[in-house]
C-alpha cells in the first residue's frame, strides 16, 4: 500500500518533517533495521576483540591495519557514485508511474463518438472501454507481482469478466512468441472500424480521434513492458552496491577506538558508540536501500504501486462513463452568474482573508 503524507505536510509549521519521523511503515527504519543491526554487531564484536583478546604486539598490528582502512574510506567517491545512482532510479520510478494506462481520454472520446442508445449502441461502447481495460490488465500480469498473484492464469482474467470465453479461445488461439497484450488493442480497432461502418461512429474525424487515443493508450502498455524489458545495466547497480559495502568494511574496522602506539601518546577519546559512524551508515545505507526499494516499483513493498486498486478504478469509472453517463445530462439551464458581469464566488469565513489580496498583474505592473 502506498504510503501518502501529503495532508501532513499541506502547511509549513515547526518541526513539520519531524513527526514524520515516529512512522514505522514506509520508514526508512524498516527498511534497514536489519542491515544496521548486523552492522552494530559486527562492530560491537571486533571492538571486544580489540579490547579484550589481542596482545599488545597483535593491537599494534590492528592500529596500523585500522590506520591503513580508515585512510581507504576517503578514497571511494561514495557521495558522487550513490546521489547519481538514487537520482537515475527516482526519475525511472516516476517515468514508470507515468507510463501506467489511465482510460480517462480514451472513455471520454468513446462516451461522445460511438452512438446509439440501444442494446446495440451500448455494447460496443462497454466492449471498446473493456478492451482497453483487458489489455492494461495483460500488460500488468507482466510486471507487476500483486497482479499476477490476483490473476495467476487467463481463467481469472475470464471469472473477473474482463475478457468473455469465446475471446478467451481466440486470444489463445493466436499463437505467438511474444507477450500478447496488444490483442485486444487489435480488436479495439476493427471493432472500431465496424461500428464506422455502421454509423454508430458518424465521421471519419471522430474515428481518427479514438485511433489516436488508443494508440496513446497502447503506448503506455508498451512503455511499461519495455521498462520491466530494459534494466538499469546491471554493472551500475553493482558498482553502487560494492562501493557502498566496500565502504562500510572498511569503517568496521577504521573506525575502531584504537590505542596511541607510542607510551605518552595523546589518544582519541573513547567512544563505545561510534556515532558518527553509524549516522554514516543510516544514511549511505538508507540511500541504497530506497534505490533497492523502488528500482522495481511492481513488486509488494510499503511503497510500490497500488496495481489491483488502480485496475478496478479504471474498469469502474470508465464503464460508468461509456454506459451510465451516456447521453444521460443533468438540465441545461442559465447559471447563478447569467446577469452578472463579473463573476465572484463566495468565499467562508475562513478564506475572507484571500478577498483583501490584490490580483496578480504581473511582476513589472507597479515598476516606476
Not at 564484536?45 to 579490547?51: A, H, N, Q, V
Not at 590506520?67 to 537520482?87: A, E, H, K, W
Not at 490476483?150 to 512468441?177: I, N, W
Not at 545505507?285 to 511503497?303: H, M, R
Amino acid at each position: 500500500m502506498t504510503i501518502s503524507y501529503t495532508l501532513k505536510v499541506a502547511n509549513s509549521r515547526f518541526g513539520g518533517f519531524s513527526k514524520l519521523l515516529f512512522r514505522w511503515k514506509g520508514s526508512i527504519y524498516k527498511l534497514l533495521y536489519k542491515e544496521f543491526i548486523v552492522f552494530v554487531v559486527l562492530y560491537a564484536m571486533l571492538s571486544i576483540i580489540y579490547r579484550q583478546l589481542l596482545t599488545e604486539e597483535q593491537k599494534r598490528l590492528f592500529t596500523k591495519v585500522a590506520q591503513y582502512c580508515n585512510r581507504s574510506t576517503d578514497l571511494i567517491p561514495m557521495s558522487f557514485v550513490l546521489g547519481f545512482y538514487v537520482t537515475l532510479i527516482v526519475n525511472r520510478w516516476w517515468a514508470q508511474y507515468t507510463s501506467i494506462p489511465l482510460p480517462d481520454q480514451l472513455m471520454c472520446v468513446i462516451s461522445s463518438n460511438v452512438h446509439g442508445t440501444d442494446e446495440r449502441g451500448r455494447i460496443l461502447r462497454r466492449t471498446l472501454i473493456r478492451y482497453a481495460n483487458l489489455s492494461a490488465v495483460l500488460i500488468l500480469r507482466s510486471v507487476s507481482t500483486r497482479v499476477l498473484k490476483r490473476f495467476p492464469t487467463m481463467g481469472h482474467v475470464v471469472e473477473a469478466g474482463f475478457m468473455t470465453q469465446d475471446e478467451s479461445k481466440k486470444f489463445e488461439s493466436l499463437h505467438s512468441d511474444f507477450n500478447k497484450y496488444w490483442i485486444p488493442c487489435v480488436w479495439f480497432t476493427n471493432l472500431a472500424a465496424q461500428a464506422r461502418q455502421d454509423g454508430r461512429i458518424r465521421d471519419d474525424v471522430a474515428l481518427r480521434l479514438l485511433m489516436d487515443e488508443l494508440n496513446l493508450y497502447r503506448a503506455k502498455c508498451s512503455m511499461l513492458f519495455h521498462y520491466d524489458w530494459i534494466s538499469i545495466p546491471l554493472v551500475y547497480t553493482q558498482v553502487v552496491t560494492i562501493a557502498v559495502y566496500s565502504f562500510f568494511a572498511f569503517c568496521l574496522i577504521g573506525r575502531q577506538f584504537l590505542e596511541p602506539l607510542e607510551p605518552g601518546q595523546e589518544g582519541d577519546l573513547d567512544m563505545y558508540i561510534p556515532l558518527s559512524t553509524l549516522l554514516q551508515f543510516f544514511f549511505y545505507a538508507g540511500w541504497l536501500k530506497v534505490a533497492e526499494q523502488i528500482i522495481n516499483p511492481f513488486g509488494e513493498d510499503d511503497d510500490d504501486f497500488e496495481t489491483n486498486k488502480l485496475i478496478d478504478r479504471n474498469l469502474q469509472v470508465s464503464l460508468l462513463s461509456v454506459d451510465d453517463m451516456y447521453q444521460n445530462l443533468p438540465p441545461a439551464v442559465k447559471d447563478k452568474y447569467w446577469n452578472e458581469s463579473t463573476a465572484q464566488p463566495p468565499y467562508t469565513t475562513a478564506t475572507a482573508a484571500e478577498t483583501l489580496k490584490p490580483s496578480f498583474l504581473g511582476s513589472t505592473f507597479d515598476m516606476r
